[in-house]
């Protein structure tokens, strides 16, 4: 017999299920066990002395164990799990469990040890369903925009976008670094003449950061797209697939999200509202009296970065805030300058924390190579920019860190949202 979820066990039928015994009630002539699959729960009901058999097995049985049962799924309106129970006349233990080494309530860090168990809860994963929901209304949308997918290498020989925060190992005889970015890679694919790319893959940063938004490794959803005309076709592309991605979101988890997590899940409007990056600062400081020191304000910092969920809410009744207009120095190498060297291009920020930056890039292999000189990259770049030297055409695009974006989503720091959760201080499980 074939297994049935339990959020799809048919009434009235013979049905196979398997899962974690989540709690026993075993009486003296009934037991009642709830069992719990990823789908739900449900009620089983043991008739002791009409399945002796089953009872021998229930005695053996504790707390998230893992059992398969075989019965009849029925409608009982005293049963308080949707008015529906199972009646197990067959039942085999797959695995007996140990005591349980955390609670529910343990530290973060704590339960960060045992993830594995960690995260049977509806509440974590709700979190991951909800995440590969929105990741794959992402692919869809890109998918659908004439995008390829590619998967670029993460065992790179330079050290992408700068000689910092990357990691380094020995490969064979020489040295090599995990991909801080699929950046150059995908440039490469524009000029290979791909035209559309998108990639969702990992990520690492050397950082000892320790916020509740940092890790050292973490998936990013990037994208490249080649012949626009300016970095707002980029802004246009990314606003329209995270609508995209929410209002999936909302009609599939966005009731269970308000009732666990108590946020709603807001699908925003087109377009998404933007602002130069002084123009944030003047109003910061007239709205909320945030000044920022002279010598920071060609970047956003992080307390004005948190100030802007609430500037985009009061002026513009929106979560989501574009901000251009940032200094030479504080932007990559390959971002186009404009006339005045001022980069074109954004950072994206929601409910107050940088979600993306995207640019478009500079494709003239002369202008580039100037621009690399100037931060000083030299011969770090020349693997990247040979991509340039047999023609290019004019491209752009951004990254999204998933992660992060899930973490916005629910509403809790990033150790959570993700399945295994890699900073300076944590390497195991």
Known sequence: MERHLIANAVRGEVNKLQGFVENIRNKRTMAFLV????????QLTVEKEKY????????????????????????NSFVKMGGVEMLPEKMHIESIAEPLPISKDAAIDSRLDYRWVDL?????????KAQTCMVGAMREFCLQKNFMEIHTPKLIGAASESGSDVFELKYFDRKA????????????????????IFEV??????????????????????????????????????????????QKVKDQYGEQIKEIFGLEVVVPTLPFPEMKLQDVYKELEE?????????????????????????????????????????????????????RGMPLGYDLIWRGTEITTGAQREHRYEQLRAQADEKGLGEDVKFYMDFFRYGCPPHGGFGLGVDRLTMLLVGVPIKEVMFLFRGPNRLTP
């Open 35 to 42: 069992l719990r699959d990823y789908s739900g729960r449900i």
């Open 52 to 75: 002796p058999e089953i009872a021998e097995q229930v005695d053996k049985l504790t707390v998230e164990s893992v059992i398969t049962v075989e019965g009849m799924v029925v409608e």
């Open 120 to 128: 049977r809860s509806d509440r974590n994963t709700l979190i991951f």
């Open 177 to 196: 670094y995990l991909s801080q970015s699929p950046q150059f890679y995908k440039q490469m694919a524009m000029a290979a003449g791909f035209d559309r």
């Open 201 to 246: 893959g990992p990520v690492f940063r050397a950082e000892k950061s320790f916020t509740n938004k940092h890790a050292t490794e973490f998936t990013g959803f990037d994208i490249e797209m080649s012949y626009i005309t300016s970095f707002r076709e980029v802004m246009e592309m990314e606003a329209e697939i995270l609508q995209y991605a929410l």
């Open 287 to 339: 709205r909320y009296g945030y000044t920022c020191p002279e010598e920071e304000k060609n970047d956003l910092t992080t307390e004005a970065e948190h100030l802007c969920a609430k500037l985009s809410m009061d002026k513009f009744g929106h979560e989501f805030l574009f901000v251009t207009d940032y200094g030479p120095e504080k932007r990559a190498f390959y971002h186009m300058r404009d006339e």
